[in-house]
Every structure is written in structure tokens, then in C-alpha cells.
């Protein structure tokens, strides 16, 4: 049996990639039964979440903000606006953008989507104040992460 000492920089339970991958899985896997009844997953809520705070943006703004490639963010639209929730068109101020709008289901969808942080909050059972912290936390790191290293 192997056994890792606790300054060995290869310990599984010290590697920074692990912790998140786990808190990531586990949260989102909170997040499931929460956006079930809107009839959306966490990646559409995502989309949403944008949407309803910026709403007309192009697909690469959109894709800008969410921090995904087209490839990924195309199917989410299209099942998103499948179900009603937006429309994909010409942007009329620049025909090469392709624009993402809500609809007015879209737009209702929001006041629903106002339960979503209580309900999550009260799953993780943390103070406000820690999610708050680990987010500021998380913000960094994800900057740190994106800097060129040229």
C-alpha cells in the first residue's frame, strides 16, 4: 500500500485541480433537482443567468461572458430556444453577428429563476458570507488562470 506524507506535493488530496473538480461536481449536482421544474440544466441557466442580465448579446459575447466555445454553446441555444425561451437572429446593426434575444417566456422564466440562490444556499447549509469569500477566492483564480504566460 502506498501511503502519501503529508509535504508530498503529489498527494491527490493536496492538488488544488482535484478540490475544485470535486466542489464542481458536487454543486452543480445541487443545482439539478433546483432547475428541473424550469426545465433547465446548469449550463442553460448559465445562458440564462446572462441573458437576463445583458440581453440582446451576439454568440460571441455570449460565449465571451459564459467562457465557452461555439461548439459548446451552439446546442445550448438551440435547445434553449427549442423550448422557447430565446431566439437566435441577425444582429440589424452588424448582419455577420448572429444576436441571442429572450422571448417574453424567456423573460418570465426570470421570476421563477429568483428561488434558484435561496434553495442552493440552503442545500450547502454555508453562511453567505462563506460562498460570498470562496467566490472572490474562485474569481481570482480563474484571472490567474486566463493570464498569458508570454
Same mark, same amino acid.
Do not use: C, N, S, Y
Given at each position: 500500500m502506498i501511503s502519501a506524507r503529508s509535504d508530498d506535493a503529489l498527494a491527490l488530496e493536496r492538488q488544488v485541480c482535484f478540490a475544485l473538480a470535486v466542489a464542481s461536481r458536487a454543486v452543480i449536482g445541487i443545482y439539478r433537482p433546483i432547475l428541473e421544474p424550469l426545465g433547465l440544466t446548469h449550463p442553460q441557466y448559465l445562458v440564462m443567468l446572462a441573458l437576463w442580465q445583458h440581453a440582446p448579446l451576439s454568440v460571441k459575447e455570449l460565449g465571451r461572458l459564459l467562457a465557452l466555445e461555439p461548439a459548446t454553446l451552439s446546442p445550448l441555444l438551440k435547445r434553449l430556444e427549442a423550448i422557447g425561451y430565446l431566439e437566435r437572429g441577425r444582429d440589424s446593426a452588424d +448582419?455577420?453577428? #448572429?444576436? *441571442? !434575444?429572450?422571448?417574453? !417566456?424567456?423573460? &418570465?422564466?426570470? +421570476?421563477? &429563476? #429568483?428561488?434558484?440562490?435561496? &434553495?442552493?444556499i440552503e442545500q450547502l447549509g454555508l453562511p *453567505? +458570507?462563506?460562498? +460570498?469569500? #470562496?467566490?472572490?477566492?474562485?474569481?481570482? *483564480?480563474?484571472?490567474?488562470a486566463r493570464k498569458d504566460p508570454a
Open positions: +448582419e455577420r453577428q #448572429l444576436a *441571442v !434575444t429572450l422571448t417574453d !417566456t424567456g423573460r &418570465a422564466l426570470r +421570476e421563477r &429563476a #429568483l428561488d434558484v440562490p435561496p &434553495a442552493v *453567505v +458570507e462563506d460562498l +460570498e469569500a #470562496l467566490h472572490a477566492h474562485l474569481t481570482k *483564480v480563474i484571472t490567474a
